[in-house]
């Protein structure tokens, strides 16, 4: 297990894809942040009130806002790892090294855990990247308003700090996805389609009605949002969440079924 794993840390760090999806990441939570703390700001002072003109009808009062601006890596920017896990196992089909792995360790369950576990630390220092833009983006330009940043608040730490944990989940759930579509342009485009696009609308349009109201909490951004505590969804009214310790177990449970698909379909036929 042991070289195995050094083995799969190697193959990452030989690559730009982690540090360079973290530098991405960084820069653009950061930009978005910058626009979001202030949109909200403006549109506050506009309105005279707490009104923010979000889809949800909501309010928000400063620490909100803060704390909106402070998840945007969660609710915004989980493809970052999602793509950073999935790419740990579709570079290998990619550039057809896959064969010489399987040779050197036939083990394939083996070799999914050690992807799942070589990952973590990248995903880590790609999470903390993501998070620190928008702090860095979204306290900035609330201090320069002279607004409130309650980055003194141990509640506001620990959602920045949860934020980290729910993105590093993602990464988990790429590898598994990744272990499921091995093609790598296919399994980037939809996962960028999918958190994109349908979740959001998915969240959207099963809030509306009582009876699939519940199922929206289960989707995994909602999932990545309850580990945090708090996302720009929740503060417009338009969702609600899970507990973090269950946010914790829905995502770790769509890495498990994802990976136990790919052990059973990609990685159990003959790889050549």
Same mark, same amino acid.
């Given at each position: 297990m042991t070289a195995a794993l050094r083995t799969e840390i190697r193959k990452i760090t030989t690559t730009r894809a982690w540090w360079v999806n973290g530098a991405v990441m960084f820069a653009y939570m950061l930009v978005l942040a910058m626009i979001m703390a202030a949109s909200?700001?403006?549109s506050i002072r506009s309105e005279g009130s707490a009104s923010t003109g979000l889809p949800g009808g909501a309010t928000l009062d400063p620490e909100s806002v803060a704390s909106s601006v402070y998840t945007l890596a969660v609710a915004l920017g989980y493809i970052f790892p999602a793509v950073l896990g999935a790419l740990v196992v579709t570079s290998e089909f990619r550039h057809r090294t896959i064969t010489p792995t399987l040779l050197a360790e036939p083990r394939? &369950?083996?070799?999914?855990? &050690?992807?799942?576990?070589?990952?973590?630390?990248?995903?880590?220092?790609? &999470?903390?990247?993501?998070?620190?833009?928008?702090?860095?983006?979204?306290?900035?330009t609330l201090a320069l308003m002279g607004e409130p940043t309650f980055l003194g608040d141990p509640d506001m730490v620990r959602t920045i700090g949860m934020s980290v944990v729910a993105l590093v989940l993602w990464a988990l759930v790429g590898v598994g996805f990744g272990a499921?579509?091995?093609?790598?342009?296919?399994?980037?485009? +939809?996962?960028?389609?999918?958190?994109?696009? +349908?979740?959001?609308?998915?969240?959207?349009?099963?809030?509306?009605?009582?009876?699939?109201?519940?199922? &929206?909490?289960?989707?995994?951004?909602?999932?990545?949002?309850?580990v945090a505590g708090s996302s720009l969804y929740v503060s417009s009214g338009l969702a609600d969440l899970l507990t973090a310790w269950q946010g914790v177990l829905v995502l770790l449970g769509y890495a498990l079924v994802l990976l136990v698909i790919g052990r059973l379909t990609t990685f159990r036929r003959d790889i050549g």
């Open positions: 909200f700001v403006l394939r &369950s083996l070799v999914l855990t &050690s992807k799942l576990l070589a990952v973590i630390p990248f995903a880590i220092l790609v &999470s903390i990247a993501g998070v620190l833009g928008t702090v860095v983006g979204g306290a900035g499921v579509l091995t093609n790598q342009v296919a399994a980037i485009v +939809v996962l960028l389609v999918f958190t994109q696009f +349908v979740e959001p609308l998915l969240r959207i349009l099963l809030a509306q009605f009582d009876a699939t109201e519940t199922l &929206s909490k289960f989707l995994p951004g909602a999932a990545g949002e309850a």
